[in-house]
């Protein structure tokens, strides 16, 4: 049963696995349809810098595909981490329920170990074939077990491609999806397996 606004998710769960092609990791990843929202699980274990992970994430996600909740649970080498972000009814961010004003411009969501966040912008922004955006998101860096705002532009090359870069330009990737703006593939860094 698909959603209709800004949004395809094509079954009521959808399942997915990716392979880290980078990194020695592999997701397990499903995205239940509820009425108002999506909710997201996921877990990733592997290794990735050398380090052994463990991270399980839980993202809330509205009909717009606006994020309000995301929980991460991460093992690295045995220290366990936990980060918890939420958003209001006042739309003011909140990371380990104090408030954090530096997302303030944020919409979206980027979790390095995982393909799955950059559906969020793909699926949010939906636009027109080459429409490029600039958008700022919370970025956690898994390994450095850190958060902070960034910016990033997407650009639709095709009706399943869209170009991804960081801003200042260090990175920058094709990215393929399905008919759910779900990764399919992420050349260096990620492969379906599903």
Known sequence: MALKHKTKVS???KSITWQGIADQTLEKFSCEVLENSFDVYSEIRGRADGIAVILNYHI???RQWEVYYASLNLNLDNEPYAQILTKGVDRQWQLNGKPAPEFDKCVDID???TPFTNSLP?????MELH???LIDVI?????EKTVKPAKQVYEKLSN???KFQTVPN???AIIAVDEDGFVTSYPGLFSRTD
């Open 11 to 13: 079954d009521m769960k």
């Open 111 to 113: 979790i390095t170990l």
């Open 131 to 133: 429409e490029k955006n």
């Open 60 to 62: 809330s996600i509205n």
């Open 139 to 143: 970025y956690f860096d898994i390994i």
């Open 160 to 162: 399943r491609t869209y």
């Open 122 to 126: 793909i699926n949010r922004l939906n």
């Open 170 to 172: 260090d990175f920058e």
